[in-house]
T-cell receptor, first 109, second 112 residues
Framework: GQNIDQPTEMTATEGAIVQINCTYQ??????LFWYQQHAGEAPTFLSY??LDGLEEKGRFSSFLSRSKGYSYLLLKELQMKDSASYLC??????????WGAGTKLIIKP | KAGVTQTPRYLIKTRGQQVTLSCSPI?????VSWYQQTPGQGLQFLFE???????NKGNFPGRFSGRQFSNSRSEMNVSTLELGDSALYLC???????????FGPGTRLTVL
């Protein structure tokens, strides 16, 4: 079957760094997406990885290892506004997105 | 460019009724996907339409159906509503089926 696993909740301190992990098992693979969702709002796109390695975009970076079925989202210099849920989604052989349940990130001052 | 719009934003129905939700994608986007989101369950894929054709379908009962019109606007219908259908229904559009998805604000459905 197809499956995405990510931690349910994480807590970090303002100004610190946090890494949110995601492991996936899909029938075929056409890339890995990360989305951010603030409470009561729609998800918004953060990053897309299809090749192994690290993609950096400002304070946010995303890493992919296709051989390990593993990705992580790295958030640096955490701000209170980063408190949100972070959703990992893998694109399968039919380009259908398989979603994880999301990681709720709590930032403390 | 206007974003994805969904109507209505909130809906209260009773068991056994049916409901139709509407989604207008970003202009030029031909792919529309529908998701159900409940606390702790993440996004559950319902179906995807591209150029008026259903391209993918998730594991939901036949009570859930959808369609897409020639202007790419999409509707989803849920018949014989059950209490468990209470959820946030999100619509997402993309230019191609493989691309980044842009989400609408969702329709929050409550079934009493």
């Amino acid at each position: 079957g197809q499956n995405i696993d990510q931690p349910t909740e994480m807590t970090a301190t303002e100004g610190a760094i946090v890494q949110i992990n995601c492991t996936y098992q899909t029938s075929g693979f056409n890339g890995l997406f990360w989305y951010q969702q603030h409470a009561g709002e729609a998800p918004t796109f953060l990053s897309y990885n299809v090749l192994d390695g690290l993609e950096e975009k400002g304070r946010f970076s995303s890493f992919l290892s296709r051989s390990k079925g593993y990705s992580y989202l790295l958030l640096k210099e955490l701000q209170m506004k980063d408190s949100a849920s972070y959703l990992c989604a893998a694109s399968d052989s039919n380009y259908q997105l398989i979603w994880g349940a999301g990681t709720k990130l709590i930032i403390k001052p | 460019k206007a974003g994805v719009t969904q109507t209505p934003r909130y809906l209260i129905k009773t068991r056994g009724q049916q409901v139709t939700l509407s989604c207008s994608p970003i202009s030029g986007h031909r792919s529309v996907s529908w998701y159900q989101q409940t606390p702790g369950q993440g996004l559950q894929f319902l179906f995807e339409y591209f150029s008026e054709t259903q391209r993918n379908k998730g594991n939901f009962p036949g009570r859930f159906s959808g369609r897409q019109f020639s202007n790419s606007r999409s509707e989803m219908n849920v018949s014989t509503l059950e209490l468990g259908d209470s959820a946030l229904y999100l619509c997402a559009s993309s230019f191609l089926t493989t691309g980044e998805q842009f989400f609408g604000p969702g329709t929050r459905l409550t079934v009493l």
